[in-house]
T-cell receptor, first 116, second 116 residues
Framework: DVKVTQSSRYLVKRTGEKVFLECVQD?????MFWYRQDPGLGLRLIYF???????EKGDIPEGYSVSREKKERFSLILESASTNQTSMYLC???????????????FGEGSRLTVL | AQSVAQPEDQVNVAEGNPLTVKCTYS??????LFWYVQYPNRGLQFLLK??????LVKGSYGFEAEFNKSQTSFHLKKPSALVSDSALYFC??????????????FGAGTRLAVHP
């Protein structure tokens, strides 16, 4: 059974703290993504990676960075957490798109972060 | 700007009745279209996708979706709703010209409530 695992389901942090969200996939997927989910806004792409050590900004990268040192692991980093980063964070992975072959994204369970 | 619209925040339907969850998109070219479902406190699960071919696609759990190019819509349907279908549903598009990254643009989500 395919699996995307996010290490922390619930986190509570204080303003200014550095926060690491870890994601591991066991499907040997090239692509990995970090989204944040907020009510009424759906999912918004923060960063994605298409290969080890490669990363691309998504639609809302400000205040975030990422790291992909191994193919199976993609980390989201909040250098200095702020209250407006309180949200649900979802990690996903997929195979690369090849022509019209478009595979689906596989999602982790999510990490709900509260910044006080 | 490319976008996905889900015009209804919530859809209420009685068990056994047909259901429709609406989705329209504004994306250049012929995008690839997806529906995902999210159960409480879980990640998103893939339901179905449209790439090309027949405008009616069938997916998991008895769901189907109808692609209408002229109306740029991709409505999700089910002939007979179950209480267990109650969840948050997301429409998503993958623009054709997004390279091999398989990025998705998500709608805001529609909450489906099926009443006994």
């Amino acid at each position: 059974d395919v699996k995307v695992t996010q290490s922390s389901r619930y986190l509570v942090k204080r303003t200014g703290e550095k926060v690491f969200l870890e994601c591991v996939q066991d499907m040997d997927h090239e692509n990995m993504f970090w989204y944040r989910q907020d009510p009424g806004l759906g999912l918004r792409l923060i960063y994605f990676s298409y290969d080890v050590k490669m990363k691309e900004k998504g639609d809302i990268p400000e205040g975030y960075s990422v790291s992909r040192e191994k193919k199976e692991r993609f980390s989201l980093i909040l250098e200095s957490a702020s209250t407006n980063q309180t949200s649900m964070y979802l990690c996903a992975s997929s195979l690369p798109r090849q022509g019209i072959q478009v595979g689906e994204l596989f999602f982790g369970e999510g990490s709900r972060l509260t910044v006080l | 700007a490319q976008s996905v619209a889900q015009p209804e925040d919530q859809v209420n339907v009685a068990e056994g009745n047909p259901l429709t969850v609406k989705c329209t998109y504004s994306v250049s070219g012929n995008p690839y279209l997806f529906w995902y479902v999210q159960y409480p406190n879980r990640g998103l699960q893939f339901l179905l996708k449209y790439i090309t071919g027949d405008n009616l696609v069938k997916g998991s759990y008895g769901f189907e979706a109808e692609f209408n190019k002229s109306q740029t819509s991709f409505h999700l349907k089910k002939p007979s709703a179950l209480v267990s279908d109650s969840a948050l549903y997301f429409c998503a598009v993958s623009p054709v010209f997004s390279g091999g990254y398989n990025k998705l643009i998500f709608g805001a989500g529609t909450r489906l409530a099926v009443h006994p």
